[in-house]
C-alpha cells in the first residue's frame, strides 16, 4: 500500500528519497504534501499537467521561505499569523514546515501557547480547509468508514482530544481541533515525524457549554457532553477503529478534564501504545526544569520541600514526577511526603478531605498538618518551608507577593515556577517574581515572557513548555515500535532533558525554545533506550546500540522540509 492515497516515498538504488505521484494536474496541487507551488521546475510542470495552472515564475524553496516571511512579518495581530501560518500549512505542508523550523523560536507562540488558546476559541470562525479526523456523536458508528477516509495509510502518531479541558480556557467543544494540529506541527518541526505520519483528532462528544450550542456560527455537535458509559463506549469505538486501520501508531490523549485524563489513560495504555501529555509530559518538563534549578543553586531534588499548587492533570502529573525524583534519589515514603504538598482551589489536600479519587494518592496524612495555622498557600508554605513553589492552577495572580516573600523567607534563592497557560493564568508575572526578592528568585513559566532586566541584570526567563518533551518521546517509541509506553521512559525523558540543559545550556534551567529539535534528539535516544531495557521495544534491530548510536539512529531518521524529486515512471524523473 502506497504511503497516501496520493503519493508515495521511494527510494532509488542510491538511496536517495523521491516521490511517486498517483495524482495529476489540479489534484496534485491540492494536496498540501504534495504541492510547491511556484517552485515547480518546467519539466515537473509538463510532466504532471501542471502547464497554465502556475504563475510562470520558478522559485527555489528558500525563496518561498523568505516570500513566506515577510508576508508573515507584515501581519501584527498574533490570530492573523496563526491564521496565514494554518492557511500555508492546508497548501503547502513542506514549505510551512521550513518556514516554522528557521523561524521556530519566533512562531512557536504563535501555532502553540499562547496564540493557539485564542485559535480554540475562535476556531469555528477561522475554520477553513478540512485537516485531520473528526468523529462526533453523528458518525462515531462509522468509525471504521470515517478513518478509510484518511488519505493517509501509514500513521504512527496521532493527537486525539475531546476538548473537555483546553489549556487553561475549559471546555471548548469541537476548538481543540486547533490544539491537536498545534501540537503535531512541533511532532514534525521539533520531533523529527513525517506530516504524511501525523494525524489530528477530534472527538467531539458534545459541550457541557449552551453558548456553543447555542451558538449558531459553532461547527460542533449542538448537545451536552457525553458522559459514563456512553462516553467511554465512544472512545472505545474510536481505539478499535484506529487499532485496525493504523496497528503501528501511537496516540497521545490531550486536553482531557481531569477525571477523564485518569480514566482514559488507565483504560488504553495497554491497549494502544499511549501517553497523556498533560499528565506525564508536564510531569517531565518540570521535573526536569527543577533540576535544573537545583544543579545552578549546587543542590539536590531530595533538599527541597516543594509545593504544587493546581491539582487538575498538570498538577497530579508534575506531584507524580516529583514524587519518581526523590524516590530515585533514595527518599522514603514517608520523607517523600514531607516535601510535596499539593493544593486545590480549596486548600492543601488533606488525606480525610472528601475528594476525587486520583487526588488521593497526592493528599498529606491529616496528622502531618495537626497545630497548623491553616491550609491555605500561603500558610502551607511557611509551615512546611517550601523552597520550591510550582503553579499549575489556571489563577492569574495567585502567587502574590506575600506569597513569593515567604517562600523567599525559607531559602535565598527560591524556585518559583507559574507554569500555567495561556499567558493570561499565569499565577504571576516574572518581572514581579524577581523584583520581590531583589532579583533572586529562580523562574521559569509556561507560556514566553521576554528577559527582565533588574538592577542591570539581565534575566532569561525559561519556558517549561512540553514541546521540550513529547516530540522527543512519541519519536523515539515510534522508532522502537513499541507496545506500551512506560512510565519508565517517561521518567527518561526527563532525564535526558535536565542532562541535555546541563551539557549545552548550563546557566540556564531550560534550554531555549531554537534548540528544540537539539533536545528532542536527546529525549528520542533516551526513551529509546529505556524502551529496550523495558523489553517494550519491538524494533529489534536497535538492541546493542550504544547510546551515541541511538542518537544518530535518530538523527538520520529526522524529517527534513525539502522538496523532494518526482519520479513517473522506472527511470524517469521529473525535473532531470
Known sequence: MPLTDHYDVRRDPAGGRYLRPLVRGFSLLRFPLLNKGTAFT???RRALGLDGLLAPQIDTLDELVERQYAEYRALGDPLERHVFLRHLQDRNEVLFYALLSRHVEEMLPIVYTPTVGQAVQEFSRIYRYP???TLSTRTIDRAAQALANVPLNDVRIIVATDSSAILGIGDQGFGGMAISIGKLSLYTVAGGVGPDKTLPVELDVGTARADLRADPGYLGVKHERLSGEAYLSFLDRFVEATLARYPKAIIQWEDFAKDAAFEVLSRYRRVVPSFNDDIQGTGAVVLAGVQSACRLKGERLADQVMVVHGA???GAGVAAALRGGLRLEGLSPNEIARRVFVLDSRGLLVDDRPMEPYKQALATPRAQVAGWAGLDLETVIRETGATVLLGLSGQAGIFSEAVVRAAQANTPRPLIFPLSNPTAHSEALPEDLLRWTGGQAMVATGSPFAPVTLNGVTH???QGNNAFIFPGLGF??????????????VAAAAAALADYTARHWPARIYPPVADLRGASVQVAAAVIAQALRDGVATEFALRGQSDEALLETVRRAFWQPEYL????????????
Open 131 to 133: 485537516r485531520g479526523l
Open 565 to 576: 524529486p518526482f519520479r513517473l515512471e522506472e527511470g524517469e524523473v521529473a525535473g532531470d
Open 460 to 462: 532569561e526567563i525559561g
Open 476 to 489: 523515539g517509541a515510534i522508532l522502537a515500535r513499541v507496545r506500551e509506553i512506560t512510565d519508565e521512559m
Open 312 to 314: 487538575g492533570a498538570g
Open 42 to 44: 518546467e519539466a515537473e
